[in-house]
């Protein structure tokens, strides 16, 4: 529901599901069996249409849903005044984002969804469907095909670092600014673990003592510098790939869920894949997948891919220990919670690499409890 000022200048409530029937029957699905899909921590949802033998998904994005994500030219202050979106580099409720980079990614070759309709002052998307075949699921129904499918996955990975994408992206008339996943944005997505997590077992780090936590993250960052950065989707994992056998080449693996894509170093998809929260993957195919993107995407598999690999895994595991106590205090969805347990095992794993040491020392003399 949103609301609007009527005549008389009294709130009037605007049902969002008669948006949706006037959207679907401007674009010729108004006549379509709809079907809810399970949807994921945002506040968008989803729908399967069905219209004859021709299926379709609808993306209902709310503009006033979320915060809002950060203009052009705009300083680290501005983003911290406008919020968690403007200031990690979220797009938030602008879903130009999803269609200029799905169109720049089929362009190259990839699968994005196509576009088929699209009302975004409305805040909706009429995609292409890629079917059930998620990964999880495929894996799930036959682990034969986990190497195989994980493979694929990570050739389309390096096909995307080897691709040059331009800062300005484009579909049609639509245009969307690519940032850069700089320091302000990597240490706001910690805060989640600091504003959230630490607080959920009563503790603070606030004023020097978030300042410090900060330093020791910044630091390790310096470690990415060592290659260049290529455009990270920013939520690669076995729930957003769908596997697509009848495609050629790295056409194979269907693309979701790419809207906050930013550019930052090469291996952030990669470990966002291997260290899934979501599932566990095989242990003896982490170095395989590993190896394969860097043969790949044309970078030596070396002491500094694997430091930079772990930074990497290490602040998105920090982040995530936040999400989901964030995502049941704040949206009440308290199942988030169950994905706890894996994302500490993770970031207990990751920790243990010299690269990052200074950063589990600060976790066991001040929060072990993260690491447990």
Not at 13 to 42: H, K, M
Not at 216 to 221: G, I, N, T, V
């Amino acid at each position: 529901m949103k609301l609007r000022l009527g005549q008389n200048g009294r709130e009037e409530v605007t049902n969002r599901l008669d948006e949706i029937a006037s959207f679907l029957s401007s674009c010729g699905w108004g006549d379509a069996i709809r079907e809810p899909i399970q949807g994921d921590a945002s506040t968008r949802s989803y729908e399967r249409l069905t219209r004859g033998a021709e299926k379709a998904v609808l993306m209902n994005a709310p503009k006033g849903a979320e915060l809002p994500s950060e203009p052009d030219g705009t300083s680290v202050a501005e983003r911290k005044a406008l919020g968690y979106n403007a200031l990690a580099r979220l797009a938030g409720p602008n879903m130009e984002s999803f269609v200029a980079i799905a169109s720049e990614l089929s362009r190259r070759g990839l699968s994005a969804p196509k576009i088929i309709d699209a009302d975004l002052e409305r805040g909706f998307i009429l995609l292409e469907d890629f079917g059930s075949t998620v990964f999880a699921k495929v894996v799930a129904q036959d682990a034969d095909l986990e190497r195989p499918l994980y493979e694929a996955a990570v050739d389309s990975l390096a096909a995307i670092y080897r691709c040059s994408f331009p800062t300005v992206l484009s579909h049609n008339d639509i245009k969307w600014t690519v940032r850069d996943y700089d320091e302000a944005a990597l240490l706001a997505e910690t805060d989640l673990f600091l504003d959230w997590y630490a607080k959920d077992y009563k503790k603070s780090f606030e004023g020097e003592a978030r300042e410090a936590f900060y330093k020791l993250y910044a630091k390790s960052f310096r470690l990415l510098k060592a290659h260049a950065s290529g455009l990270a989707l920013r939520d690669f994992h076995a729930e957003n790939l769908f596997w697509l056998p009848e495609r050629q080449g790295v056409a194979n693996v269907g693309l979701i869920d790419f809207q906050d894509g930013l550019f930052v170093h090469p291996s952030y998809d990669l470990m966002s894949l291997i260290t899934d929260i979501r599932r566990d993957v095989t242990p003896e195919l982490k170095d395989r997948l590993i190896s394969r993107f860097c043969e790949k995407a044309g970078l030596k598999d070396d002491e500094d891919f694997r430091a930079a690999y772990s930074v990497m895994s290490v602040q998105r595991g920090t982040k995530l220990l936040g999400f989901p106590v964030r995502a049941d205090l704040k949206f009440g969805k308290p199942q988030y919670r169950a994905l706890l347990p894996r994302v500490k095992r993770h970031l207990n794993d990751d920790l243990l690499h010299p690269a990052v040491a200074d950063i589990r020392v600060w976790f066991e003399n001040n929060m072990p409890e993260a690491l447990i």
